[in-house]
């Protein structure tokens, strides 16, 4: 039997998976490791939809600059922010230290 092709939203959730705790990844940078680095808001998208809240992180994406969604699906921006710290990512002005907290992703 053979297996079937992943669809984008499925690629896009096996990266978001892999975000490890205290870290965050870019829309881009999901995209990019998804397949394609035009799916920025495609990856937006997908996590809107996140079936598994607690399986998908999606509260470890962020926009290129830290800047959490106001439209995050779990509860608002605020909500983020407040997972993000619990997982031990520090803000600067309002934004994720991408400096400090991205996820190193050399392979892209």
């Not at 699906?73 to 407040?82: I, K, L, P, S």
């Not at 994720?96 to 992703?105: E, H």
């Amino acid at each position: 039997m053979t297996q079937q092709p992943k669809n984008s939203f499925e690629r896009i959730y096996e990266v978001v998976r892999r975000i490890p705790r205290g870290k965050v990844a870019s829309y881009g940078q999901v995209a990019a490791l998804a397949g394609n680095r035009r799916w920025s808001r495609v990856v937006g998208y997908a996590l809107h939809v996140n079936p598994d809240e607690e399986g998908i992180p999606c509260y470890r994406v962020v926009t290129k600059d830290g800047c959490v969604s106001s439209a995050f699906a779990f509860g608002g921006a605020n909500r983020q922010v407040e997972l993000l710290e619990a997982d031990g990512v520090e803000f600067i002005d309002g934004h994720v230290d991408m400096k400090r907290f991205q996820w190193d992703t050399p392979w892209i």
